[in-house]
């Protein structure tokens, strides 16, 4: 470590403070959770008669906290007893469930402290002794009493110990990606009424929190997971708060109700499924006579409540607590986990390719280092052949070692250069001036053999490495083209299968997405194929009421799996524009084949590409290598990569030799976004191209260099907006070469253009007739035109 340099470690010790401080919080919102817990459930009485009560609650919530730690069942303990007491003047022997639920967390402790696991029957036993000894006691009740409201208690409390434990280990896997049961969510729901009924009969002028907390979680647990377990909620807070005040059935009729309408309505808001039970409430309450204003203010609250939720909250409950919506995310985080886990496997084969291109470059580093010995290495092999016999050489080399070495250096420069004499420092000692001279030449050449052999092969490293340098950034580009997301709309999902259920249309799947440009797209599996048509009479329309935006059927059409039998289309959004192109080539005089290639096509996502492929030369050889260019360029946009991987991938592949003379390739490529009519038009190394609109012509120039030609690809971009009616005219420079003084000059044409047929085809044949006609019928170099119309649909 270096000295003087002044390390800190205050920020470090802070940052342990703030997780200490951010534990304690946790401690004491857990604190606080068990302490009400035990208040509330405690609080829960059941009415046997009008003046007796049981309260088994609190004592079979102590009973569930098997796994808490000491201070936590202290809290719980003293939760509940402070429940227990504050509802002494209504039940009967209170003192006797605090000595209970004293007893109970003794036992548990000591089960804790001597290792061996609690035991639900030794429990249920000691409940029983306790409460038939201290009601003996304390209240000296008869044997026969005393025994029957014991075994009452004990019965009480078994079957809620079981629900509540349910409940809790259910509540244990918030959070997490565990699936819900039905069963489990209603055991968190009961577990909730509990609560609620444990607020007591607290209100102010009539107006019960305990009515407007049931009210409010009713409507949660509706939105939540629908009418089934909205109503299953309200009839279990309906009877737990109704066998407290005597009044089962307004409760259980009043919450059921709640829960049923709530969750038939979800669909339409919270607003209107609120208003929806509003009214339901205060008609129900007009017919059975049973109508006040206080029930009405609880239920308004209520719902105000329910509708000012915010809507981040609403979405995090439903996502943890709703089955449908938690598969869903659980697939889409399993799906974006293999996703990763194949990035980082592209990511690493990027980086092995990259180590592999430094790697072949490094080699380099060792000619570098030879070329620095090379010349006391010939020196050292020339003195070996010749002085290694000479009586002379200690001579020489002992005693004139710098001029011998200087002397032996210039002879073999002078034959390096071609002009070659004998120093004059070895001419009056060397007597061997013949061999010397002849082993000098010798090595000379030997050397300039090797070094030729070593130039090609480290001309061969750098090309290597630059190849594999490029693929390293062209993976790289496809991996990020990878990243992009595509999103799953699984509402609309619902909404076509129940459409599609309801028109008798029987299919076997419907999955919707958003694609990378966030545009549309519905792919439907039907179980057979009715024919070409059928999709366009009974599918279409139904979604087309749905999604209210233009759709229809893709390019692909329909896909019928031989082994299966089953047919898939995708309904997408339809483009709002339309092109069409047409081409014509004039090949050069004496050539059968034309060097140029040209292609137009619309791909998956909505765009629609134009190309136009000029190889250098003419004939078969010029033929191929634009013909190469234009199928990858092709292949990659139309597999969804961007335009920037197509073309270095293709510039990696030019800039090697197809044979042994150097041929590259230029590209004029425009690619048209259908949906908007925003175009690109990019140009490595070809000549202008036009936009005719109207009498008015736009020119795109280029002043970059073909594929092949440098490492990084050149390129020119120009982004412009096309309107319906505009002309899109893309051409080869044989078009433009049609005045030797002039080569290059594209006025003619830009003249031409404003007064020409705004027909593509005619368009196409009439600048190609006009070229060949101003080089006076001479085709001297490969012509192809060709000419796209938008055309805008809606």
Not at 41 to 69: H, W
Not at 540 to 564: A, F, M
Not at 588 to 606: A, L, P, R, V
Not at 648 to 671: C, G, H, P, R, Y
């Amino acid at each position: 470590m270096q000295y003087g340099v002044d390390i800190s470690t205050y920020k470090r010790v802070s940052n342990k403070n703030n997780k200490r401080e951010v534990k304690l919080q946790g401690d004491i919102i857990k604190s606080l959770i068990m302490v009400t817990v035990g208040i509330l459930l405690s609080r829960v009485l059941l009415s046997i008669t009008k003046d007796i009560g049981i309260a088994p609650f609190g004592i079979a919530y102590l009973i569930c906290l098997k796994r808490e730690n000491v201070k936590d069942k202290i809290l719980a303990l003293f939760g509940t007893i402070i429940g227990y007491l504050s509802i002494s003047n209504i039940l009967e022997g209170a003192i006797g469930y605090c000595v209970v639920a004293l007893i109970i967390l003794i036992y548990s402790e000591i089960c804790n402290q001597i290792s061996i696991k609690e035991k639900d029957a030794i429990t249920f036993l000691i409940i029983f002794s306790t409460f038939l000894i201290f009601n003996f006691v304390v209240y000296k009740q008869p044997i026969k009493i005393n025994l029957i409201f014991s075994l009452l208690k004990l019965i009480s409390i078994i079957p809620v110990k079981y629900i509540i434990s349910y409940a809790l280990s259910s509540i244990d896997e918030l959070d997490s990606n565990y699936l819900f049961s039905t069963e489990e969510l209603i055991s968190i729901g009961i577990l909730i009424c509990l609560l609620i009924t444990g607020v007591g009969n607290f209100n102010i002028l009539g107006v019960y929190l305990r009515g407007i907390v049931a009210i409010l979680v009713i409507s949660l647990f509706s939105f939540i997971g629908g009418s089934g377990l909205g109503s299953a909620i309200g009839i279990s807070m309906g009877f737990i708060i109704g066998i407290t005040n005597s009044d089962i059935v307004t409760y259980i009729t009043a919450y059921s109700l709640c829960g049923l309408i709530m969750g038939v309505f979800k669909d339409t808001g919270r607003i209107f499924s609120s208003l929806s039970y509003l009214v339901v409430h205060f008609i129900i309450s007009m017919y059975s006579n049973s109508f006040n204003i206080a029930g009405m203010i609880e239920v308004l609250i209520a719902l105000i409540l329910f509708i000012l939720i915010p809507e981040i909250i609403i979405n995090n409950i439903v996502n943890e607590l709703n089955r449908d919506k938690k598969v869903e995310i659980i697939n889409e985080f399993n799906l974006n986990e293999v996703k990763n886990e194949f990035l980082d496997r592209l990511n690493s084969m990027k980086a092995v390719l990259s180590s592999l291109s430094n790697s072949i470059l490094n080699l380099g580093q060792n000619d570098i280092l030879s070329l620095s010995n090379k010349g006391t290495a010939m020196v050292e092999s020339l003195a070996d052949r010749v002085c290694y016999n000479c009586e002379l050489r200690q001579r020489c080399w002992d005693r004139n070692l710098r001029y011998t070495f200087d002397g032996f250096s210039e002879l073999i420069s002078s034959c390096e250069s071609n002009d070659i004499y004998f120093p004059q420092v070895l001419n009056n000692k060397c007597v061997k001036k013949s061999s010397l001279m002849k082993n000098a030449q010798e090595i000379v050449n030997n050397y300039t053999v090797n070094e030729a052999l070593r130039t090609r092969l480290t001309e061969g490293r750098k090309l290597i490495a630059s190849h594999i340098n490029n693929m390293t950034i062209t993976m790289g580009d496809m991996i990020r083209d990878f990243e992009k997301d595509v999103s799953v709309c699984t509402e609309i999902d619902k909404i076509l299968k129940k459409s599609f259920n309801k028109a008798r249309i029987e299919y076997k799947n419907v999955f919707c997405y958003l694609d990378r440009k966030g545009r549309m797209k519905i792919k439907i599996t039907l179980t057979n194929c009715e024919g070409s048509n059928y999709c366009a009479k009974k599918i279409l329309p139904i979604i087309n009421n749905l999604v209210k935006v233009p759709i229809s059927i893709s390019k692909s059409g329909c896909r019928i799996d031989p082994d299966t039998d089953e047919c898939s289309i995708i309904i997408e959004e339809t483009p709002k524009y339309h092109v069409t192109s047409y081409a014509a080539v004039k090949s050069k005089d004496g050539e059968s084949s034309i060097g140029d290639s040209y292609s137009f096509n619309t791909n998956d996502d909505g765009t629609y590409l134009t190309i136009i492929s000029d190889g250098m030369g003419s004939g078969p050889e010029a033929s191929t290598e634009s013909k190469l260019a234009v199928d990858l360029i092709e292949k990659f946009i139309e597999a969804g990569f961007t335009q920037k991987t197509a073309i270095n991938t293709v510039n990696s592949i030019m800039a090697m030799k197809f044979n042994e003379d150097e041929k590259f390739t230029t590209m004029d490529l425009n690619l048209i976004d259908l949906y908007t009519g925003e175009t690109e038009f990019i140009k490595i190394g070809g000549v202008a191209s036009f936009i005719k609109r109207g009498d008015e012509v736009k020119v795109i120039k280029c002043n970059s260099l073909p594929f092949g030609i440098l490492d990084a690809v050149d390129t020119n971009s120009e982004k412009l907006q096309l309107k319906h009616g505009d002309i899109i005219v893309s051409i080869s420079d044989g078009v433009l070469d049609v005045d030797k003084n002039n080569l290059g000059s594209y006025y003619w044409l830009e003249e031409y253009l404003k007064y020409s047929d705004s027909n593509p085809a005619e368009l196409s044949r009439n600048i190609l007739d006009k070229a060949i006609s101003l080089s006076n019928g001479r085709v001297r170099d490969d012509m192809t035109v060709l000419v796209s119309k938008i055309y805008s649909i809606y």
